[in-house]
């Protein structure tokens, strides 16, 4: 008899520690955001931003996203989609945020949120040494390799005129380059950053860079859907991360030095 009552009690508290757990699982999946998992899109090309080593998606703004999520209380899964199909899913609301370096602009505005600026770029020529070019003007005339649809494309309209057929765009970052070294261009437009990256990367390519003074400072945002409930929440989590020092600490490990956040406050 005592033993069948033990064994009765038994059974009961394990029933009641399965019913707890069922309750916990279900309140993590429903409940708070602070295990909600959102999808990212990038387009991982863009060294030293984003770019594939060992199959993993690594670089500046992984960890900077990754640092500011965590912050808001929620998780990342960062995928490889592209640039046009990363637009393409921040507008249908297929994806949650776009990382890739994303220049904020008015255009660009009116079809997607941006989080306040994390960081300061430009564009910059890459060519050949030997190439003669010394500022943007030295461009009319010579082919040139740019991202389609990002500010290098801009820039190198502004030079060489809107439908120049001197211009090839290609799809990623990382084709432009390759472009550069087999000669199919002269030159590639890209944002200083990564253009200096590449170059130190790749010395035996005997590369060059110059920039121009007509270039126009630029600023890379996260991108959300259009009024994503979102954007507020990685505001102040970005706020937070460049004020408690992990922005400076990230900075630091990929460019080498201190960041200089006060001209991202403007
Ligand atoms: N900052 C430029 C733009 O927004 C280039 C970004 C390219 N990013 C990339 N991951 N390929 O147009």
């Known amino acids: 008899m005592k033993l069948l009552n033990s064994k009765i ?22 409940g708070s955001s602070k295990d909600k998992v959102l999808n990212v899109g990038t387009e991982a090309t863009f060294a030293p931003f984003e770019y594939q080593q060992k199959g993993k998606i690594v670089g500046f703004d992984v960890d900077l996203l990754n640092a500011v999520a965590k912050q808001a209380g ?26 890739a370096g994303i220049t904020i602009n008015d255009e660009r505005k009116k079809s997607y949120d941006f989080s306040n600026p994390y960081f300061e770029s430009k564009s910059m020529i890459v060519f050949k040494k030997g190439t003669n070019i010394k500022t943007a003007k030295d461009l009319i005339g010579k082919k040139v390799g740019v991202q389609n649809g990002t500010t290098g494309q801009f820039t190198a309209e ?71 409930d979102l954007k507020a929440k990685f ?17 630091k490990k990929w460019f080498n030095k201190q960041p200089d956040v006060d001209v991202l406050k403007n």
Do not use: H, R
């Open 158 to 228: 502004s030079i060489l005129g809107k439908n120049s057929n001197k211009i090839s765009k290609y799809e990623t970052s990382a084709l432009c380059f390759t472009a550069l070294k087999s000669g199919d261009v002269d030159a590639v437009v890209t944002d200083n950053a990564v253009a200096l990256q590449y170059v130190k990367n790749n010395p035996n390519s005997n590369l060059e860079t110059v920039t121009d003074k007509s270039f126009k400072s630029e600023y890379y945002g996260i991108a959300f859907p259009k009024n994503s």
């Open 235 to 251: 505001d102040k989590a970005l706020t937070k991360v460049m004020d408690n020092g992990e922005y400076a600490k990230i900075y």
């Open 9 to 30: 009690v038994f059974i009961m508290m394990i029933g009641f520690v399965l019913v707890l757990a069922a309750c916990g699982k279900q309140n993590s999946n429903n």
């Open 74 to 99: 929620y998780k990342i899964s960062i995928k490889n989609t592209g640039w046009d199909a990363m637009l393409a899913g921040l507008q249908n609301k297929e994806l949650d945020v776009g990382m």
